[in-house]
């Protein structure tokens, strides 16, 4: 499609706009997703894309490198001490130890709370299946309800309930997902349209009237209709 636009429109800039089907969210295969990385090095986990380590993270400890804005690789180099590991995806663990101003605020936060540093925590490796039931549950509670929230009753506002925010410093794999360059990976739809200098724009979630091609659609059902009565 895009070919076809710049062969018909020659020096004009598309406009693509997708509604939130998952189907436009899919990301690269070396895309920064936590749920293609294990906690350790090696074993069947994707390589992912370099990346810069983000302006905002922590500040570094007295006397401690700064590593933000330094490119952060995502897997070990050829010439790795460890024959084993060239070559091979670094992990959750490696990738946070490197960052270091985030490494080491979490391990303050774990001896802070008294906890164990751990890779993925019990809230953490819940399927969202479980995530979702028991966000009604917790909806339900704040309405004063005490069975399970009726369908009706989730249309409440997010900002009339109070839900307490996730913690970001549960374990490795929220705190490498809650980073910045993760949080703002792009779907591989939008690398591909941006790439050549187009915009790529995504509708918000349930508003299908929006979507150009229902108009698109809603027009030509019109005019299919008007020729029916007319014969």
């Known amino acids: 499609m895009i070919k076809v636009f710049e062969h018909t429109h020659r020096d004009c800039t598309a406009i693509f706009a997708f509604d939130r ?15 293609n ?41 050829d010439d790795y001490p460890d024959p084993k590991l060239r070559g091979q995806p670094k992990g959750v663990k490696a ?30 490796m819940k399927s969202q299946t ?9 909806l339900a509670e704040a309405m004063g309800q005490s069975g399970v929230a009726m369908a009706e009753d989730m249309t409440v506002a997010d900002s009339d309930i109070q839900v307490t925010p ?4 549960c374990c490795m794999n929220r705190v490498l997902m809650s980073q910045e360059d993760f949080c703002l990976e792009k779907p591989l739809v939008q690398l591909i349209i941006e790439d050549v200098g187009h915009v790529c724009l995504f509708l918000p979630c349930f508003h299908c009237e929006l979507n150009p091609i229902e108009m698109l659609w809603g027009y030509g059902k019109y005019r299919m209709h008007i020729s029916l009565l007319c014969t």
């Open 95 to 124: 990738v946070l130890q490197e960052w270091k101003s985030v490494w080491d605020k979490y391990m303050k936060v774990c001896q802070e709370r008294s906890v164990k540093v751990v890779g993925k925590c019990a809230s953490c």
């Open 166 to 169: 996730d913690d970001e410093w």
């Open 130 to 138: 479980r995530k979702d039931a028991e966000r009604c549950v917790t």
């Open 37 to 77: 990385m294990n906690i350790n090095p090696g074993g069947k986990q994707r390589k992912l894309r370099d990346t810069v380590i983000p302006l905002n993270n922590p500040d570094p400890a007295p006397g401690k490198e700064d590593m933000r804005s330094q490119i952060q690789h995502m897997t070990f180099p």
């Open 21 to 35: 089907s998952s189907a436009h969210e899919g990301f690269a295969e070396n895309a920064l997703n936590i749920n």
